[in-house]
């Protein structure tokens, strides 16, 4: 059975910081990985769909990578700024009618 | 365009009672899936329709749950006799097609409370 993990579960970080995301997952055979982001009392936004065959993609000041024979992929967001303070999730896409398995997420606080 | 939508954002209900979350994908799109997240934790998979037909009903906890989507367009899932435990929000994503290259989009759920 897929697990995700991510690490850590939350950060605090002064404005203007680079910061790296993780997600670590059991089974390699994975489709595509997304990561996602999550407001309060919304739904997710979709960031950055890596797949499987792709090293890293790029949107703006983020950077996902992904290493599907180690199980892990990052996001790499630079130049933080308080409104990516967020709850970021990362979620794989196994086997299977396209369904994707969440980790639990990294809690974000970016302050001024 | 519009997205994803849901009604009602929130519900409560009494333990016991019998519940309906509705979803309107958006227009156009094939595949349609629905998670539920506890508070706290990533969103887990409860069942997937590609149009009409539900393909993949795994991650529904038990038969308390039902989902459809008859005309392959809005969908309802319907919780009988709500227990505690079903307190979570309930989202659904929707996709332009089967296939890794399509993102899911998800609406913004419905947050449901049984007391």
């Known amino acids: 059975k897929q697990e995700v993990t991510q690490i850590p579960a939350a950060l605090s970080v002064p404005e203007g910081e680079n910061l790296v995301l993780n997600c670590s997952f059991t089974d390699s055979a994975i489709y595509n990985l997304q990561w996602f982001r999550q407001d309060p009392g919304k739904g997710l936004t979709s960031l950055l769909l890596?797949?499987?065959?792709?090293r890293e993609q790029t949107s703006g000041r983020l950077n996902a990578s992904l290493d599907k024979s180690s199980g892990r992929s990052t996001l790499y967001i630079a130049a933080s700024q308080p409104g990516d303070s967020a709850t970021y999730l990362c979620a794989v896409e196994g086997t299977g009618f396209q369904k994707l398995v969440f980790g639990t997420g990294t809690r974000l606080l970016v302050s001024p | 365009g519009a997205g994803v939508s849901q009604s009602p954002r929130y519900k409560v209900a009494k333990r016991g009672q019998d519940v309906a979350l509705r979803c309107d994908p958006i227009?156009?799109?094939?595949?349609l899936f629905w998670y539920q997240q506890a508070l706290g934790q990533g969103p887990e998979f409860l069942t997937y329709f590609q149009n009409e037909a539900q393909l993949d009903k795994s991650g529904l906890p038990s038969d308390r749950f039902f989902a459809e989507r008859p005309e392959g367009s809005v969908s309802t899932l319907k919780i009988q006799r709500t227990q505690q435990e079903d307190s979570a929000v309930y989202l659904c994503a929707s996709s332009l097609a089967r296939g890794t290259l399509y993102e899911q989009y998800f609406g913004p759920g419905t947050r449901l409370t049984v007391t």
């Open positions: 227009s156009g799109h094939v595949s």
């Open positions: 890596i797949q499987s065959s792709q």
